[in-house]
């Protein structure tokens, strides 16, 4: 499709929803952590993959190697918005998009002025201590001593508001994103593979005209 096209479609639509996924963020210098050769443990001996390291089950027995990970391959705190963020934030302040639907977790979207920002997968932003639940945003986190983030009001694990792998998708995000798609006119994915949960389930409640993928 040629862009001329493309802008012809968008001018035409009123209720737009974007689906987007790590490439979006790959022209910020936020390279996708499924990308990263992994983390290899000493303590360990063993060299483990991305979706190891940040799986359920890595974060609760090797807190440590998870947020030296973590830390490390998903968190960008010079990253800034480019120009997809910019744009969807201004058909969105023109009133030609309703939502943005994203499976990033770097929170660009909304430094780029975009306000119904549905996140799949959560945000590097928001942290939350497992014992008593006081919230911390992403430099006071990563200001806690240590690798792992131990709250300095009572000593429990800071934990990102990040869905890992094992973990559930949040429902009320789940059930915004069917509501927002099925009532969108045109559906823009762009930046991930269709062949990836949850992507592909969520396009199928799509019911407009006109789908654009941009890879
Ligand atoms: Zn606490």
Do not use: W
Request: hydrophobic share 40%; aromatic share 10%; glycine share 6%.
């Amino acid at each position: 499709m040629s862009i001329e096209k493309l802008v012809e479609i968008i001018k035409s639509s009123d209720n737009i929803v974007f689906f987007g996924g790590a490439g979006v963020s790959t022209e910020s210098n936020i390279p996708d952590f499924r990308s990263s050769s992994g983390l290899f443990s000493q303590k360990l001996n063993k060299n483990f993959t991305p979706e190891q390291l940040v799986s359920h089950t890595f974060y609760s027995r090797y807190p440590e190697e998870f947020f030296k990970f973590y830390k490390d391959k998903l968190v960008y705190t010079e990253a800034k918005p480019n120009k997809a963020h910019l744009a969807l934030a201004k058909l969105e302040e023109l009133g030609k998009l309703n939502a943005v639907v994203t499976q990033n977790i770097d929170g660009l979207h909304q430094m780029a002025g975009s306000k119904n920002v549905l996140e799949l997968h959560g945000s590097i932003h928001r942290n939350y201590c497992t014992k008593c639940n006081e919230f911390f945003d992403l430099n006071e986190m990563l200001n806690l001593d240590g690798t792992v983030p131990y709250c300095d009001k009572c000593g429990g694990i800071v934990k990102p508001d990040v869905v890992l792998y094992e973990e559930g998708l949040d429902n009320d995000i789940i059930s915004k994103t069917v509501a927002a798609i099925s009532s969108s006119d045109l559906l823009i994915i762009g930046g991930t593979s269709l062949v990836v949960y949850p992507a592909a389930s969520f396009i199928n409640y799509f019911k407009g005209s006109n789908i654009v993928l941009i890879r």
